[in-house]
């Protein structure tokens, strides 16, 4: 006896069965979050920006999360579309990203404000060490899907990084850059 578990449908990025939580991000959800703010507010609130699917799973301590974030392309001034992005309210725990379609990166940042970028891709895996912030930056053109696998017990974190994150990146003379922000 055996039953079919679910699965991703690798060119759509989805989940074959959806049957857990959806959350959608919309640009009016977004505020603080990119640095250009006129440019943010002439973008209409309801714009979806991101996408959570997630599977039924069970919840406690050893358990564990499964998610599809998919991030739509698009900048918000030369800013590219992004996750808001958090550390774990338990910020000893980790979680792993796996790119699913689209490319874009993973932008990571420790506790001590050091962030360093990953390149996410179809097929790339990612670790996301513990007390480390993260991030997804949609630098592509087409939708970008990575699968997340995070204890159930970590939480969110986003009131520690509501000032950002230490770097931006933007689309500067046709060229995907990032940029080291001064906070002070
Ligand atoms: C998590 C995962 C992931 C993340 C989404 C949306 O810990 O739940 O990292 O599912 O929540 O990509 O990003 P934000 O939570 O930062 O909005
Ligand atoms: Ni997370």
């Known amino acids: 006896p055996s039953s079919m578990p679910p699965g991703v449908a690798f060119l759509s990025g989805q989940f074959t069965a959806e049957n857990g939580i959806k959350k959608i991000t919309r640009c009016g959800d977004l505020s603080g979050v990119f ?45 590219f579309y992004m996750t808001r992005g958090h550390f ?11 790119g699913l379609r689209g490319t874009g990166l993973l932008l990571l940042q420790n506790e001590q404000g050091v962030a360093r970028l990953e390149q996410i891709s179809p097929g790339s895996v990612h670790i996301i060490p513990g007390f480390t ?25 986003y ?8 770097l931006r990146v933007i689309e500067q003379d046709g060229k995907i ?7 002070g």
Do not use: C
Not at 133 to 157: C, F, K, M, Q, Y
């Open 133 to 157: 912030a993260h991030r997804l930056i949609n630098t592509g053109s087409e939708v970008l899907s990575a699968l997340a696998v995070w204890p159930s017990v970590a939480g969110h974190d």
């Open 35 to 79: 640095y250009d703010r006129a440019a943010w507010q002439a973008i209409p609130v309801d714009t979806p920006v991101y996408r959570v699917e997630m599977l039924r799973s069970p919840q406690g301590e050893g358990e564990l999360f499964v998610g599809i974030t998919h991030l739509q392309p698009g900048r918000v001034g030369d800013e």
């Open 88 to 98: 774990h309210q338990r910020r000893e725990q980790g979680e792993v990203y796996f």
């Open 177 to 183: 850059q990032a940029k080291e922000v001064q906070h």
């Open 159 to 166: 009131a520690a990084l509501a000032h950002g994150f230490a």
